[in-house]
């Protein structure tokens, strides 16, 4: 894969903004010289699962699946946003997509099922959430960057380590970011406040 991939990942807390699919439109216009990928993050559809998790002790392995379920439905709801886009968990159909000036958004649990092959795939637990399938789909595309959409502004000062310690992300991002390449861009934009 070309090192002119960004992975966006869309935060599930951003999905109640009205304006959602026309902000992105115009903040993806602007990202030049770049083949997107977008990740869903979980927001309101994965603390359903959580809910149920807790109310029926589902166990993490069955509540990791349902969860990644949640953001394939999550995948479908921004491609109803942006009319360019198609969802799919195959990262080797990515190439087709931008080809037909298609914007692939990530089927996270088509992928998480495929990416089941490797031996460092992710682990089944809700310590991982979507901030580490975009950092793992960062690593097997070889990404030149990696986006993370929010609606908190991470301090600057701090490292992703120390980001996932005190839950601006998830604790496993700073241990896939360990496996992506050394000049890997890695970076969070408060898009509540548009900024960047």
């Not at 903040?27 to 927001?43: A, C, K, M, T």
């Not at 959580?50 to 109310?55: A, T, V």
């Not at 975009?134 to 030149?144: E, I, K, N, S, T």
């Not at 360990?178 to 900024?195: K, T």
Request: some cysteine; charged content about 25%.
């Amino acid at each position: 894969m070309s090192r002119s991939v960004t992975v966006v990942k869309v935060g599930g807390s951003l999905y109640d903004l009205p304006d959602l699919g026309s902000r992105l439109r115009r903040w993806l216009v602007e990202q030049v010289d770049s083949r997107l990928v977008l990740v869903p993050g979980g927001g309101k559809t994965a603390d359903v699962v959580r809910h149920l998790d807790r109310c029926h002790n589902l166990g993490e392995e069955t509540a990791h699946w349902l969860a990644l379920r949640s953001l394939t439905l999550n995948a479908h709801f921004l491609a109803s946003l942006l009319p360019s886009a198609c969802v799919t968990g195959n990262v080797e159909r990515f190439q087709l997509h931008w080809n037909k000036n298609e914007l692939p958004i990530l089927d996270v649990h088509e992928f998480a099922r495929a990416d089941e092959q490797r031996s460092d795939h992710l682990p089944h637990r809700w310590a991982v959430t979507s901030d580490a399938f975009a950092a793992r789909v960062a690593v097997v595309l070889q990404a030149r960057d990696l986006v993370l959409l929010k609606s908190i502004t991470i301090p600057s000062e701090i490292d992703w380590t120390e980001a996932g310690r005190t839950g601006f992300v998830d604790a496993m991002l700073a241990e896939v970011l360990r496996e992506a390449p050394a000049d890997l861009r890695v970076r969070a934009v408060n898009f509540r406040r548009n900024e960047g």
